[in-house]
């Protein structure tokens, strides 16, 4: 199946925004946490349309609607053998994530936690606050698989049941793992979707509907949304003439997205708290308001050409391979070498150039590292190929033997 290119670089500039948020987090937290009264020009960035630049909680749930669209056009030519599907996206998650956390273990034993006294000097006690683990050959593994794909972690999005088995995302090695068991999970949901449009167009009306319904306060809404958007092929589809209500779209997502961090309706705030079993457990409103935004945002950005030309632009595009390596291997980067950069930096240049010293080489940093972690992200990719076509290729041949007996 061809990829849409435009598609895959919307997928690098979200990675991108959330290395930029954690950089920013981490250094000069103003520019994520503080309002126009604790901070004029930092506070006023926060609450700007500039905020959606780096808006990393934006950008992963812009991630989740993505894989809806992309993993229903995988499914949807994929279903004589399930199990393999899920195993697929098992190796195509998991490969990755053990990497990334050994990598980060690595970095741990080999620097320390410099980030416990860079996030006290640069007053960002969240960046302080990680890494708050130690090495050990079951917390590696366990974060790297368990806690990476199936478990998630507690307090985050996730599954509700599984919580008296989660750990604190502050005890992960690689934070941005959080997303995968959700990355996971939405697959299944795209799955169980693709082969019910294959039974009964009925079928799979009655379990969107359902299913967009039980959803609809959690980060899953993604998934069925871009599912939604793939059956009705609005990306391959020629874009609309009219201009204005994809621009509206976008732009109404943006504004929604930013005003979540100092305001959410009533009726969101009620709906993500209210306590029913009838309702997939909810976000805080200030992210179930994100979700909503981004999914704004993914949609005026697929109905919009002009989006789609900048889109398809071929550095774009060649840079959107790196997404899945740099949305992971930043971390250990930041934690690590970047934090103690920044340590370093203050005793010499002042802790204000420190910060932007920081920042440039840790991102920088980061880039770099990703051109060797990229090889892992395309074996994983090539290894989950390799294994659904065999298993799939096992699975047809009694149904050809069996229709050859039908047959006579």
Known sequence: MPRIAYLESIRGLA???????????????????ALPAGAAVA?????SPLYFLYDGYSAVYIFFALSGYVLTRSFERNL??????????????????????LVAASVMLLFGKPNVAAGELSGSSWFASQ?????????????????ALFLGYAGLPGVAFLAPWQQPIEQSFVVPLWTLSIEFYGSIIVLALCWCVRRSRLLWWTVVLLGAAFTIRSAYICFIVGHLLASFERAERPAPASKLLPVFSVLSGVFICVLAEAWQPEWL???????????????????QQKTLGAILVLIGLIELQAARDFLSRPW???????????????WP????????????????????????GAIVA?????????????????????????????????????LRVVGAMAAE
Not at 273 to 282: E, H, N, R, V
Not at 379 to 389: M, T
């Open 269 to 287: 705030r009620v709906l993500c708290a209210y306590p029913t079993y009838l309702l997939f457990p909810g976000q805080f409103a200030p992210m």
């Open 80 to 101: 004589v053998n399930p199990p393999s599907l899920i195993l697929g996206r098992v190796i195509r998650l998991g490969l990755p994530a053990m990497a990334a956390v």
């Open 43 to 47: 506070g006023a960035i926060h609450l």
């Open 333 to 356: 980067i930041l934690l690590g070498p970047a934090a103690a950069l920044f340590l370093a930096l203050n005793g010499v240049i002042g802790i204000e150039l420190a910060r932007l």
């Open 131 to 147: 890494w708050s683990t130690g090495v050990s050959f079951f917390s590696v593994i366990r974060d790297g698989t368990a806690n």
């Open 316 to 330: 774009l595009v060649a840079g959107s391979r790196f997404s899945f390596p740099i949305y992971l291997i930043h």
């Open 362 to 398: 840790g991102i920088c940093f980061a880039f770099a590292a990703s051109t060797f972690f990229l090889p892992i992200d395309r074996y994983a990719l090539e290894l989950s190929r390799r294994l659904r076509k065999r298993m799939s290729a096992g699975a047809e041949q009694p």
């Open 15 to 33: 990675a991108l925004q959330v290395l930029l948020l954690h950089f920013f987090a981490a250094f000069a937290p103003d520019l994520v946490y």
